[in-house]
């Protein structure tokens, strides 16, 4: 082998500094599977990116790559589930959500079956541009019945995704960010279906936000707190089946309500909030942050979080608005 | 009657097409050069020959249009775009910078010259033929290219457009695989072999032709045979090397692969010395 080719290696291509990432989803989901013999994992070739490559490699007979073949993988995890077995999908989220919706309906979802499926790549968050970037995702399978859909705010919560998952006895949507860096020491809180976790407390009006946005809205508390604003802030890490008593009780108790999703406005977090507020005849001041109903491109994920409006500037802009509404 | 070709003068091209794709990918390691190099005598044979189009009038009605279907390998197809005159060159040095249109997926909000947005594998082959049917009931002579991947043809939907295609005798419509054999999870024997692939598409009813993909001429000589094929769609199976023309990138099979300053000044010195 020539000398330049043996400093030439094969490298996942979410991973801009080519360094190895942790594999916090992946662990998770081995000892998962270690313990639980009925855990199989599918994948449409893309094993590293979705962080099953040490599934694929310890549990090589439990590990389905199919190729770049989405519909026939959900159709697969059907039967599986049917015999038995729970299978996690694996791909982008763009691709296991909106392409195959009809596979996931039909083959998931009405016969309230046990498939997990995982996607990486939320909203905006990818180099790869519009092909890539799925912002009408949650939209869709919230509108699915039977359908969970679990969001971490960050890899310390990805452990808890895969239990999460399994808890849920029917379909799960999981949709992941791979983390870029092995994460800061933690003390995660627990979370738990159709349970919202407040990060922090907080009095003239609640934030709820999910995914990536949490770390933003907790960055754009600590502005708002500089102008003598106190904001709650709750990670909505379960959107489906969403926390309504935690909604209410915060439109109660702040009198006001941003909410933050790396999504489209339309049918996300956002909807989701608005529905139990108008349910419930709850009007307060109220704003969705997300993307506006506009398809983005690509880009490092910090700039396309900063153009969309999806940043804790927005989101602090936001909160100042429904503040001013309220006192007005 | 086309004029004939200067092989030794396309040949240079395809060159100075590769030099751009090594000064593309080199500043952030971002893009495809084992797949760009390897494409890089497909994109010349078509766009700097076969096809015909205007780059002043992209959306020219009467054009032929090319639809490329991997959607990713734009460091070779931003290269041919910018040398053909639809853009120019000096944009190619914003490749995959925050706010670029030159993304890593090409999209058509850069212009007419992106016949589809194909980033999502599978999708393009259906649209060509859509767009093919229509030209046919239009009585337009324009021809139909598709430069696909071969691991997306392992998307269901490829094979629902190849049927029609060959139940309705497209002979618009010319399929070109850039059969680089690997796709993001290694070879494709090893993830799921499409072999044998002549005999697949030959029973869906395509004219079927195998040929060196990095041999300019025989590309020519095969885009030839398709235009004279009455009744039946093309499928051109195009065997190519990933990394083509540069020594020590040549057939290291990796879907993406980590492009050091020293080896992008390597494959710059071993390119220029070609020219």
């Known amino acids: 082998m020539n000398e330049a080719l043996t400093r030439l290696e094969a490298a996942d291509f979410i991973n801009r500094s080519f360094k190895p990432l942790p594999r916090t989803y992946g662990d998770a ?15 449409a070739d893309l094993v590293p990116p979705t962080e099953t490559d040490r ?22 995890a059907g039967g599986m589930a049917r015999s038995g077995e729970i299978p996690f999908c694996h791909s982008f989220c763009a691709f296991v959500t909106k392409r195959v919706l009809d596979q996931i309906t039909m083959q998931a979802a009405y016969p309230n079956l046990p498939v997990k499926i995982v996607g990486f790549l939320p909203g905006v968050a990818t180099l790869l541009g519009v092909s890539h970037q799925a912002i009408e995702d949650v939209a869709i399978l919230r509108a699915v019945p039977n359908m969970a859909i679990f969001e971490p705010s960050g890899p310390e919560y990805h452990a808890a995704m895969v239990k999460m998952a ?9 949709r992941m960010k791979r983390p870029e860096k092995t994460p800061a020491a933690f003390t995660a809180k627990e979370l738990r279906i159709g349970k919202g976790v407040i990060r922090c407390q907080g009095s003239d009006l609640t934030i709820i936000a999910a995914g990536l946005c949490v770390a933003e809205a907790l960055k754009a508390g600590m502005e708002l707190a500089g102008d003598g604003i106190s904001a709650r802030i709750v990670d909505m890490a379960s959107l489906k089946p969403i926390d309504s008593n935690l909604i209410l009780s915060c439109a109660a108790a702040t009198g006001a309500i941003v909410t933050a999703e790396n999504h489209n406005v339309i049918g996300g977090l956002g ?58 | 009657m086309r004029a004939k ?19 593309m990918v080199a500043p952030s390691g971002q893009g495809y050069v084992q797949q760009g190099l390897g494409a890089a005598d497909i994109f010349t044979s078509l766009y700097f020959f076969e096809v015909r189009m205007n780059p002043a009038d992209p959306a020219w009605p009467e054009r032929d249009r090319v639809f490329l279907t991997t959607a990713h390998n734009t460091a070779i197809f931003y290269a041919a775009l910018a040398e053909r005159g639809f853009f120019p060159v000096a944009d190619l040095k ?14 058509e909000r850069m212009g007419k010259f992106v016949e589809a947005t194909c980033g999502s594998l599978g999708q393009g082959l259906s649209v060509a033929i859509g767009c093919a049917m229509a030209a046919k009931r239009r009585n337009r002579a324009s021809r139909f290219f598709v430069i696909m991947g071969d691991g997306e043809m392992q998307e269901g939907q490829i094979w629902e457009a190849a049927m029609l295609a060959g139940a309705e ?11 680089n054999f690997v796709q993001s999870e290694g070879p494709m024997n090893l993830v799921m072999s499409l072999e044998p692939l002549m005999d697949k598409m030959e029973s869906f009813g395509f004219a079927c032709q195998e040929v060196d993909g990095n041999d300019i001429g025989a590309l020519l000589a095969a885009y030839d045979t398709a235009r004279a094929t009455a009744g039946k769609p093309s499928f051109i199976k195009a065997n190519t090397l990933m990394g083509k023309g540069v020594g020590c990138l040549e057939g290291l099979m990796f879907h993406q692969l980590r492009f050091p300053p020293a080896v992008a000044d390597a494959a710059r010195t071993e390119l220029e010395a070609q020219l």
């Open chain 1, 55 to 76: 599934f694929r490699d310890e549990l090589p007979e439990r590990f389905h790559n199919v190729g770049i073949a989405e519909a026939n993988m959900i159709g697969m």
């Open chain 2, 169 to 179: 005798g497209l002979d618009n419509l010319c399929l070109i695989v850039d059969y």
């Open chain 2, 94 to 107: 914003t490749y995959v910078t925050d706010g670029s249109r030159l993304e890593i997926n090409s999209s």
């Open chain 2, 5 to 23: 070709h200067n092989l030794a003068e396309l040949e240079a091209v395809a060159t100075r097409l590769r030099l751009h794709v090594v000064n």
């Open chain 1, 271 to 328: 909807s989701a909030v608005a529905e139990i507020l108008a349910d419930e005849g709850v009007g307060i001041p109220f704003r969705r942050v997300g993307v506006r109903d506009r398809f983005c491109e690509g880009g490092t994920t910090p700039y396309l979080m900063r153009k969309f409006g999806l940043d804790a500037p927005a989101i602090a802009d936001a909160a100042r608005e429904v503040m001013q509404k309220k006192s007005g």
């Open chain 1, 29 to 43: 989901l081995v000892e998962a599977a270690l313990a639980d013999p009925r855990i199989v994992a599918l994948c």
């Open chain 1, 166 to 174: 399994l808890d849920w006895e029917g379909p799960v949507y999981l």
